[in-house]
């Protein structure tokens, strides 16, 4: 099992700019691929971003194409989402999760991933 750790959340005025990461620990690390979820209050939680486990896959919802970028660093066993031009809309729980074994791409509902994290509040301000 693979616990999942999220930061980098925080209040920006719109059009500024958060880098999230997630970072992944464990007995055994295997994140085929990373993707990233919002949840704001009274929503579902929707599907915002995805990548490959080498990097150079991604998907994006298309309310973030253009804005947000999302890498990782295998070596760290950490996952970044770089979120730029950043509106109120954005405003959110973010969350990283993982899926541990070999899959279809894109991964895109949540019940296809195995791990979570816990959620980084993001607030952008108007």
């Known amino acids: 099992q693979v616990k999942l750790v999220e930061s980098g959340g925080g209040l920006v005025q719109a059009g500024g700019s958060l880098r999230l990461s997630c970072v992944a620990s464990?007995?055994?690390?295997?994140?085929?691929?990373v993707g990233w979820f919002r949840q704001a209050p009274g929503k579902d939680r929707t599907f915002v971003a995805a990548i490959s486990w080498s990097g150079a896959s991604t998907y994006y919802a298309d309310s973030v194409k253009g804005r947000f970028a999302a890498s990782r660093d295998n070596g760290e066993n950490t996952a970044y989402l770089q979120m730029n031009d950043l509106k109120p809309e954005d405003t959110a729980v973010y969350f990283c999760a993982a899926v541990d074994h070999g899959s279809r791409w894109p991964i895109v509902g949540s019940n296809d991933y195995d791990s979570w994290g816990q959620g980084t509040q993001v607030t952008v301000s108007s």
């Open positions: 464990g007995r055994s690390i295997n994140l085929y691929v």
